[in-house]
Structure formats: C-alpha cells, structure tokens
C-alpha cells in the first residue's frame, strides 16, 4: 500500500510540474512574445481608472469552466445551399444550432481599451456568415490612408529578431519548412497586414470590413489582470507590405478591443484581438469574408502572414496544411509558423476567388500537444465580437 501510494505521489507531482511549465513552453508566435506585458524596451499605456473598473466588473469568468473536447456534430450541408456560389469550401458553415459553439460567457464580453465593456448577451448576432471583398482598383489615399514612403531609419526600425524570448520549442516549423513568399499584391493576400508596435515588426492581421482587422489577443493587449493595453499611437497597420514597400500606405487605431476572457485571466481559448482603423484602406485591398465552421476536422487550410525569419519580418509567408482536430474554441493543425504569425488567418477560398477564415493563428506546439501549432477558432461568440467591432462607425 505504501508503495503504492508513493507512486501516485510521485505521478501527481510529475504532472504538476508539466501543468506549470506548459504556459512558457507553448510561448508567443509574435515576434516580440511579452511585447505588452513586460518588455522594457516597449512603451505601453497602463489601463485607465475608467479601465480598471470596467475590467473588475468582468472578472467573474469561471475559468473552471472546461470546453469540450468531444467531435462537433456535423451541420447539414443545406445550410449553405442558397449561396453556393460564395460558400467557402470544404468547410461548412455550421447550423445555428450546433454543437461546436462555445456557451456565450461573460469571457466574450467585448471590451476596449478605453475601458466600454459590452456583455455578450448584447452582441449576440442572427448570423454565422460575413461575406468579403475582393477589392476594387482605386487610390488608397482616397481612403484615408497614409501614403508616405517609409524612410530608411523607419524601414531599418522594423527589423524584427528571428527568436521571440518566450519560445522554447524552435520557432514552431514541424519538421521540414513549408513556407513559401506570397506576392501581397493581389487578393486575398493584400487584405493581410503588417502589425508595427513602436516602429518595430509586431504581428500580423486580415481586414473583415473597409476598417475592421482582426488578430490575436496578445498583439493589442499583455494578457491577464497583469497585462496592459497597448498605446493606440504606437500601432502601424501596412496592409499589403512586402520588401520594404507599403503600396496600400499605412493605417492607425481609431480604437483596439479584445474579449474579457484574454484581458482578465489571458484565457487562450478567447485569444482575439480586434482593431477599428482610422481609415477605410478595405474598399482598395478587399477584406476577408468569416464564417463559423462545423466541421473542421482533415480541412486543408492556409496560413499568411509575416514571419520575423523572413526577410527580418518584410515579406510576407504563407504555409498550407490539415487540421488534425479542433475543439469548440481551438484549432490545432499542422502549418509551418514563426514568430511574428500572430494574429494570420487560418483560411480557406472558394471556386470564386473568395477568402474565408474560420480561425486565428496564436499558438506554436507545446510540450503537451507536440507537432501541431494552435490558433483560436472563430465559435459563434468569436464571430460575434468581431462583427460588433465591424458594424461600429
């Protein structure tokens, strides 16, 4: 019996440690992984009073509450039978009822950074379907965009390191590298952007609207009741960019928001981060269409965005792969990313040419899920909050 009872001991506490070492083994995929928490080198703004107290009255998330891993229950394909002809493929759009979206909690609360918090309950939408863009031929600084060349000091700011301090785990290529450069020039490539942070490589992000980007939690806010929004003025958003070049200018936050669930206890099952631009760059370059999927299991996908190994975080990358499984809140597949990936779409396109993203790229592997990397899944309460952002002026 003690023999027994020692080796559970010792079990329990073997378990403890991995539980423990898992969150900084599974890391950052942003080029700059603790770029809004504790990072000296980065000037970020302290959450207001206002911010403060509007985050307090989040903070009953249950963080006990688990989601379930168990396989989604397949929509019907008639969910999608009157818009064939724009319906993205492979993955379904999953039916109003379905099984793969997460219970609405007061952990998709959207808030901002100037401290609104509106509950879920009161962005509950009547759809699952965004439709996109494929942009249109026209001048960018019609939209608002900032047009001037970079200059050589702001180009060589930029610069990003290829190994973010958090990663342990080499850079999240699974094996060989797949990677290939993109020409963002073209849609759905030019609807990515380039994230600066301070005039430094940060992440990535896809317009959904004419001024509406969507990227990770972690990109505009630290993460917890210890993180700290980032300054609206030290954003640069350069759709488009590649090789030093910005053809679609550049952009700034009019404001940043993300979901309760990342700001109070940096749930990664709620990594979204979302920006209102100060311009309407979306009418030249397009915008991605979103959707909820169901299922998603064995889907081929795309992954774009701008690796900070590339090019020192210049050009723009993508990789191609499977999703292996998902759970109601994360997908886990098998796409070559580095640092600086944070916030890329996980997409698929249709016979029409249209883009569509059921997903976010956050995560590089960890010790506990090894050879796949992670990204949150847009469930009907992620699709929520980005179209609430979308639809404000």
């Known amino acids: 019996m003690n023999m027994i009872s020692q080796t559970h001991l010792r079990w329990v506490r073997a378990m403890a440690v991995i539980v423990a070492l898992t969150p900084y083994l599974t890391g950052c995929n942003s080029s700059d992984a603790s770029a809004l928490q504790d990072s000296p080198a980065t000037t970020v703004a302290a959450a207001t009073t206002s911010t403060a107290a509007a985050i307090s009255t989040a903070a009953a998330i249950s963080t006990a509450a688990a989601i379930s891993t168990a396989a989604a229950t397949p929509s019907t394909a008639a969910a999608i039978s009157s818009t064939t002809d724009n319906a993205p493929p492979s993955a379904a759009p999953a039916s109003t009822n379905s099984t793969t979206s997460v219970t609405t909690s007061r952990r998709y609360s959207l808030v901002s950074s100037s401290g609104q918090v509106v509950d879920a309950s009161d962005i509950n939408q009547n759809s699952s379907l965004s439709f996109g863009s494929t942009g249109a031929a026209g001048r960018p600084e019609a939209d608002g965009a900032d047009m001037t060349p970079l ?47 301070n005039g430094a490589t940060h992440c990535t992000g896809w317009l959904v609207s004419k001024d509406t980007l969507v990227t990770a939690g972690h990109c505009v806010h630290g993460g917890g009741s210890t993180g700290r929004w980032g300054t609206l003025s030290a954003f640069k958003i350069y759709p488009g960019f590649s090789d030093d070049y910005a053809p679609y200018g550049s952009c700034t936050p009019k404001e940043i928001y993300s979901s309760s669930g990342w700001i109070t206890v940096a749930d990664t099952d709620s990594d979204i981060g979302i920006i209102k631009l100060d311009c309407e760059v979306g009418n030249s370059t397009g915008y991605f269409s979103y959707f909820v999927a169901d299922p998603v299991e064995n889907v081929a996908i ?4 701008y690796p900070g190994d590339k090019a020192e975080g210049h050009q723009q990358w993508a990789s191609t792969g499977t999703i292996s499984h998902a759970t109601a809140a994360k997908l886990y597949y098998d796409n070559d990313t580095t640092g600086g990936m944070s916030g890329s779409p996980i997409w698929v396109q249709n016979a029409n040419g249209t883009a569509w993203s059921f997903g976010i790229h956050t995560n590089g592997e960890s010790i506990l899920l090894p050879n796949t990397n992670a990204g949150t899944r847009i469930s009907q309460d992620v699709f929520d909050l980005i179209t609430a952002v979308k639809e404000l002026p």
């Open 151 to 197: 200059s050589t000091a702001e180009l060589e700011a930029m610069k990003t390191t290829t190994t973010p301090a958090a990663r342990i785990i080499q850079e999240s290529v699974l094996g060989f590298d797949s990677r290939f450069q993109v020409n963002p020039y073209t849609y759905p490539q030019r609807a990515v952007a380039l994230i600066t942070y």
């Open 302 to 305: 795309t992954i774009n965005g």
